[in-house]
């Protein structure tokens, strides 16, 4: 048993090294120029092992936007009975606060640098907003296709990318009211 968790513990070191090498270098060279053989190197790992962990280039360049999006898919699908959804989703962004790392701060570099990655990002962020759609609607008693699940999701999501960017108290407090008050003149129920 203790040995399990201290492969888990190496397997989760050496995926942020490699992690780590990648975003440093696609900041440096920028992601095109970047090989998996260059990220080998700098996470001192083989470039089988760095295709182990990712199956191609873009899904490491990809991995910390996938890694937000998933904390807040679980956070929100695992709330508790009675929490709402945008309860849960400030509870997250509050967390964010404490354990915003520089890897983070390296992944929105690295977005900004390369445009093709940033085009990835923006399509990854639509099957967001269908899954925000989706449980919103589900918490509203609505289709996730009506208009206002829809669009007070594409709100979300574009306030919780700012928020993420810039995590402090008051853009937090802003970014929540900003949404509470949105979804507050959304009719109740089935709308067309």
């Not at 440093?24 to 920028?30: H, K, S």
């Amino acid at each position: 048993m203790m040995s399990d968790g201290l492969r888990e513990r190496s397997k989760a070191r050496r995926r942020e090294a490699i992690v780590r090498a990648a975003y440093e270098l696609f900041a440096d060279r920028g992601f095109e120029a970047t090989t998996i053989a260059d990220i080998a190197a700098a996470a001192e790992v083989s470039p089988r092992t760095v295709t182990l962990y990712f199956p191609s280039k873009l899904e490491l360049a990809m991995s910390e936007f996938d890694s937000v999006t998933d904390q807040i898919r679980t956070a929100v699908h695992e709330r508790e009975a009675g929490v709402t959804i945008l309860d849960a989703l400030e509870h997250w962004l509050r967390g964010q606060l404490t354990r915003r790392s520089d890897l983070a701060d390296l992944a929105d570099q690295v977005l900004e640098l390369n445009p093709q990655l940033r085009a990835a990002a923006e399509a990854r962020l639509t099957e967001v907003i269908q899954y925000g759609a989706q449980i919103l609607a589900e918490e509203q008693g609505s289709s996730p296709d009506d208009f206002g699940p829809r669009m007070a999701s594409a709100a979300a999501a574009a306030v919780i990318s700012e928020v993420c960017y810039r995590p402090q108290e008051a853009h937090i407090d802003t970014a929540i009211a900003f949404l509470r008050a949105g979804l507050a003149t959304l009719p109740p129920g089935p709308a067309s």
